[in-house]
């Protein structure tokens, strides 16, 4: 719009140095595991949000027809499910819900304790807690590694800056017209440096961040429906508490929950 050429803003050196920089820094500060983390998670932010109200929907029908089937057979009838989920009949027809990995550890590690029958209704709450909270926090710690990289960005750019100026001075007694290529070449590090921070790498870290937000809301739809489960309350009754937990936009209505489990139950 103001007539600048856009070809002035390729400037491979610049682009080397806080490349290099930023992945220098990701790498030092951060252990494998996260790394590889970063990288799924940034994969994954290419992909539809895969905890909407389809999943939800799943979620409450598998919900009520293993405690249905707890209510019919006892916990004892579950055994051979919560034991080898990926051969049980039940969770073989909820394929989104079967490859959760942490959404179906949650569930069937939870009704092994019960099967026990050692663990209180509030120390199952702790458990519960406890789980969801590391969980999230590991979670967290790639969102957290790119942010760290973000806020690093400007930092980098002063410094490919500097460095294009040391270069500038070396060349004073030239053209002007030299000079002032070398001098905008050293401006392009800041102006990509504050770009980079504040309009990639902390955008993409908060859609990070609100990606785990919304797994973290649908175990939170589990961790209700057990502790309900785990009181004593009827299959129905639990799966409206989880129901509940639902952000508005996804949840389905009372009579939807109805015909999902009406259309399970027959």
Do not use: W
């Not at 252990?31 to 983390?37: D, E, G, I, S």
């Not at 916990?75 to 909820?94: A, C, M, R, T, W």
């Not at 979670?139 to 990289?149: D, E, F, K």
């Not at 929950?257 to 009406?262: A, H, K």
Request: include cysteine.
């Amino acid at each position: 719009m103001h007539h600048g050429d856009l070809a002035v803003l390729y400037q491979p050196n610049e682009f080397l140095i806080l490349g290099g920089a930023g992945l220098g820094t990701l790498i030092i500060a951060n252990p494998p595991a996260v790394l590889k983390a970063c990288m799924a998670q940034l994969l994954g932010l290419l992909k539809p949000n895969p905890y909407g109200a389809k999943a939800y929907a799943e979620l409450l029908q598998v919900l009520y027809e293993v405690f249905q089937k707890a209510r019919k057979d006892g916990l004892v009838g579950l055994e051979s499910h919560i034991e080898n989920p990926e051969g049980s009949d039940i969770f073989q027809k909820y394929p989104s819900f079967l490859n959760n990995h942490h959404a179906l550890s949650l569930l069937c590690d939870t009704l092994k304790v019960l099967l026990t029958g050692t663990v209180e209704d509030h120390n199952l709450a702790d458990i519960l807690d406890t789980d969801l909270d590391k969980h999230h926090h590991e979670g967290m710690l790639a969102p957290h590694a790119i942010t760290t990289v973000g806020d690093a960005m400007p930092g980098f750019g002063i410094v490919a800056a500097v460095l294009g100026v040391i270069i500038t001075m070396g060349s004073i007694g030239g053209a002007a017209s030299e000079i002032g290529e070398k001098v905008a070449a050293a401006l392009v590090g800041t102006f990509l440096g504050i770009l980079l921070a504040y309009g990639v790498f902390g955008p993409v870290a908060k859609a990070m961040e609100m990606r785990l937000h919304a797994e973290h809301d649908y175990m939170l739809c589990i961790r209700t429906a057990l502790l309900c489960f785990a009181r004593g309350d009827a299959p129905m009754t639990a799966v409206e508490f989880s129901r509940r937990n639902i952000e508005p936009h996804e949840r389905p209505s009372f009579t939807e929950l109805e015909e999902l489990t009406r259309k399970k139950a027959a």
